[in-house]
């Protein structure tokens, strides 16, 4: 059973601190990770994504990737209580004619004013 | 300018009954997808059709059927409702493929059976 893991927290950082958000994944053939975004009664929305090993930055955001561990992580700097919402990480297994993403469980994100 | 919309966004039904919820695409993607999404936030994927044709079934009750008119359309049916398909519905569409293609959701449909 290929997986997702993430903590479900939740995770409380207060305003202005780095927030620091884990992910492995079991499928060693993983290609291409994601970070989605997920505020309470709205559908996820994509904020990252990363493909080859190392940093990704993009505005207060970082994605980073380590396939050795098969480990992906985001931080999110300066973080604001806009930020607040669940992060779910995902992983394209495999790729090619049975491409599907598995989601982790997701993390739940506060940030307090 | 919706990319992906699905209708209804709520549901409220009885068990026992069949119900439809609708998805349609205006991104050209040719593949679309069913997530569900339960109460812990878990979101799994249910089904997967390129251009037409099942190419992903989730170990899903038979009782859920897809169907797939065209590549910009996936609809969901749902026969004899039980309390536990009670979730939020999630569509979506991405370029089958290309690996390092996102996927981008509808806004979900809240499903209550009762």
């Known amino acids: 059973q290929k997986e997702v893991e993430q903590n479900s927290g939740p995770l409380s950082v207060p305003e202005g601190a780095i927030a620091s958000l884990n992910c492995t994944y079991s499928d060693r053939v993983s290609q291409s990770f994601f970070w989605y975004r997920q505020y309470s009664g709205k559908s996820p929305e994509l904020i990252m994504s990363i493909y080859s090993n190392g940093d990704k930055e993009d505005g207060r955001f970082t994605a980073q990737l380590n396939k050795a561990s098969q480990y992906v992580s985001l931080l999110i700097r300066d973080s604001q209580p806009s930020d607040s919402a669940t992060y779910l990480c995902a992983v394209n297994e495999s790729g090619g004619s049975n491409y599907k993403l598995t989601f982790g469980k997701g993390t739940l994100l506060t940030v307090n004013p | 300018d919706t990319a992906v919309s699905q209708t209804p966004k709520y549901l409220v039904t009885q068990m026992g009954n069949d119900k439809s919820i609708k998805c349609e695409q205006n991104?050209?993607?040719?593949?679309m997808y069913w997530y569900k999404q339960d109460s812990k936030k878990f979101l799994k994927i249910m089904f997967s059709y390129n251009n037409k044709e099942l190419i992903i079934n989730e170990t899903v009750p038979n009782r859920f059927s897809p169907k797939s008119p065209d590549k910009a359309h996936l609809n969901l049916h749902i026969n004899s409702l039980e309390l536990g398909d009670s979730a939020v519905y999630f569509c979506?569409?991405?370029?089958?493929?290309?690996?390092?293609?996102?996927?981008?959701f509808g806004q979900g449909t809240r499903l209550t059976v009762v």
């Open positions: 979506a569409s991405s370029h089958l493929g290309r690996w390092n293609t996102e996927a981008f």
């Open positions: 991104l050209g993607h040719d593949t």
